[in-house]
């Protein structure tokens, strides 16, 4: 589940290169069994976002969080992960006092969430920069992946090929992972074309 914060954020597992959407499915009634987790997760999270919000420095219109917070998300069971760079009982204590509770789980992650964004947003601006050799890579979308702590590049053949090929033409990096996205095509409307005027009308199909 998606928190507020992060709402750009895409969550998926890690590893390999995956069709979007498949790895976000919710096993089973998850989503219903567990709304009132959920709900309590939300407000714990919400308290931890408001604890940032003081030490936060905005920079061109961004928000900047500590350097060891790795993210937030609400797991399968509705549960509260926070990662975090360092899981030492020092910022564990600290996350807390933050959240003004212990009911969440602590995971230690390889990126904070500031490396990142920054990653994501530079990344971004090639996207839009690179029209043609987009088109040629079949790159489709950009975004950062919370749980497996990455920015997912979104490919319409993911092959590894295609993803050696990214990596030499447009970027490498360990923050990167890969999924397959199928281009959207939107839906031509098909308008009945006019009768032609010979003077004749059929009750049937037109010729």
């Known amino acids: 589940m998606l928190l507020p914060a992060a709402a750009t954020a895409l969550m998926a597992a890690t590893g390999g290169c995956q069709r979007a959407g498949q790895a976000d499915r919710p096993k089973g ?4 069994a567990n709304g009132r987790g959920q709900e309590e997760a939300l407000n714990i999270y919400q308290d931890l976002d408001d604890s940032f919000f003081g030490i936060r420095t905005r920079v061109a219109g961004e ?8 993210g937030s998300y609400i797991d399968d069971y ?31 992650c390889e990126f ?12 971004g601006e090639k996207f839009k920069a690179i029209g ?12 950062i992946v919370i749980d497996a702590n990455k920015v997912c590049i979104f490919l319409n053949d993911c092959t590894p090929g295609r993803i050696a090929e990214f990596n030499q033409l447009v970027y ?6 890969y999924r397959e996205l199928k281009p959207i095509k939107p ?15 059929h009750a049937g199909r037109q010729q």
Do not use: C
């Open 29 to 32: 009634n998850t989503a219903t």
């Open 63 to 70: 928000q900047e969080y500590p350097d060891y917070y790795g």
């Open 78 to 108: 509705g549960g509260l992960v926070i990662l975090a760079t360092d899981t030492s009982n020092e910022i564990i204590s600290d996350l807390q006092q933050r959240a003004k509770s212990t009911n969440f789980r602590v995971e230690k």
């Open 112 to 123: 904070s969430f500031n490396e990142l964004s920054a990653l994501n947003k530079q990344l």
């Open 132 to 143: 043609k050799l987009r088109e040629k890579l079949g790159w489709e979308s950009v975004g």
């Open 172 to 177: 490498d990096s360990p923050m990167l992972t």
């Open 187 to 201: 839906d031509v409307m098909q308008m009945p074309k006019p009768a032609t005027n010979s003077g004749r009308h």
